[in-house]
């Protein structure tokens, strides 16, 4: 047996449908040989505050070791897990193929969906993670003016914090009722794909509940940047939420039923000859590593995974085919760049960094740390000093750049990044600044 490993890292399918995967007494077995592990190793200790949780534990205990922790405990462990996937990407060296099989992420989700399935969540968790609900309710007209000052409201906030712990300080995405889909028609015109590469020139934006409902902008400058190269661009027709909401809450039957609404109309438009991308990092990872391990055996979903990319990676691949446009008429100097974690484990590189660093007189100054937001966790009371503490390293290179640009993938992990600075006063959209620099 080797100790650590060298080769690059496999992924195993998770067997979210068998009866053992279900078991208490497995899973207690499994996390407690996991556990052991990582407490005799602790490289990632610098990451979410799992592991820091689950340290304090073992020093805590009678016997200094994982076997004197009460295994009421490991409860405290997962729910400091976002799955962001970065202990297994870029820190452990006992991933498969190594004989050890540690999988943390994965094992964080079977706990989560194990105690989801006997315990249920808090209401306010359901309704968070609830996106296609929460954004179709609150974007009715004269509704979304309502949410967004109550949203503003410290006082508001303050009786939120008191009735759903949701923390005052945290910054809560706005709602829209002009969202992306009225928005869209007028702009899209006709373009005669052309393939390149991989690449089909012909591109369905899957807009996410996030992207059609809460910054429909983004959306719109998706739209010109891909038309401004001449690709075909339409939003997907009909779509509910990815599910990685309710994937990092551990309700697996909600994941189910948002995939079989999903996957048909994706599979269908991969047929009819699109590639397929989202302007969320989350979105894009679902589709492409959390859905296909979720159902190894299902073609339709290997077949979307397969069509999606990251934006930035299509630019990229586009722009190695000689077929992206690098005429720009404004610079954009320096810009600090958080690059989103559920970005950074698609194994693709810099490549936001990459396409915007074409631009004449333009600096990326790559941060490559977590930003703590996760989607809720930086929202919930409970957790939302933790966030914090995890963006720190984060707002601190940030300030010490003082750029003239702060960007990041993840709308969320910037606006969070944002919040905390004292140099910053808006975040962008890396596709935002393209449109930008393009003059459009």
């Known amino acids: 047996m080797k100790e650590g490993s060298l080769e690059a890292p496999t992924r195993h399918p998770v067997d979210w449908q068998s009866d053992d995967f279900w078991d208490k007494a497995s899973l207690d077995q499994e996390l407690e040989r996991v556990f052991d592990i ?24 009678s016997t200094l070791e994982v ?29 498969p193929p190594h004989d050890w099989n540690v999988d943390f992420p994965h094992l964080m989700l079977r706990a989560k969906a194990v105690a989801f399935r006997e315990n249920g969540a808090k209401l306010r968790d359901r309704l968070l993670t609830s996106t296609d609900r929460l954004f179709s309710t609150t974007t009715i007209p004269l509704v979304d003016v309502t949410v967004n000052a109550v949203n503003r409201s410290p006082t508001m906030r ?71 190269n001449d690709l075909q ?18 309700d697996l039957d909600s994941v189910d039923k948002l995939k079989c609404a999903n996957i048909p109309i994706l599979a269908r438009l991969v047929d009819e000859g699109y590639d397929l991308t989202a302007p969320i990092p989350s979105c894009v990872l679902m589709y492409k590593q959390e859905l296909p391990l979720l159902y190894p055996d299902d073609d339709d979903v290997q077949k979307v995974k397969e069509a999606f990319y990251d934006p930035f990676e299509y630019l990229w691949l586009r722009h190695k085919q000689g077929a992206l446009k690098t005429k720009f008429p404004k610079a954009l100097g320096a810009i600090a760049y958080q ?26 100054n790559a941060i490559e740390r977590c930003s703590g937001h996760d989607g809720t966790y930086a929202v919930k009371t409970e957790t939302h000093d933790r966030a914090v503490k995890i963006a720190r390293p984060v707002v601190r290179k940030v300030d ?41």
């Open 67 to 95: 076997d004197g922790v009460d295994k009421a405990d490991y409860r405290k462990v997962v729910d400091q897990c976002y799955l962001c996937d970065l202990c297994y990407i870029t820190k452990c060296p006992y991933v």
């Open 158 to 228: 303050k009786m939120l914090d008191k009735v759903a712990q949701i923390h005052p300080e945290a910054p809560i995405p706005r709602v829209n009722s002009n969202t992306l889909k009225k928005r869209s028609a007028p702009l899209i015109k006709p373009i005669e794909p052309t393939a390149l590469g991989e690449t089909t020139g012909k591109l369905a934006l899957y807009a996410t509940c996030y992207g059609n409902y809460s910054s429909p902008e983004i959306g719109v400058d998706f739209i010109k940047v891909f038309q401004h």
């Open 400 to 440: 010490q750049q003082g750029p003239d640009h702060f960007i990041s993938d993840c709308p969320m992990a910037a606006s969070h990044i944002a919040n905390l600075s004292d140099h910053i006063d808006q975040a962008d959209h890396p596709m935002t600044l393209l449109r930008i620099a393009y003059g459009l």
């Open 339 to 364: 690059v989103a974690c559920h970005q950074r484990v698609q194994n693709i590189g810099l490549k936001t960094r990459d396409v915007l660093e074409l631009v004449q007189e333009t600096e990326v």
């Open 233 to 250: 661009i339409e939003l997907v027709p009909k779509e509910l939420c990815c599910g990685m909401p309710k994937l990092e809450l551990g």
């Open 38 to 61: 990582c407490h005799g190793c602790r490289r990632c200790v610098s990451l979410c505050d799992s592991f820091p949780t689950l340290f304090d534990l073992v020093d805590e205990s």
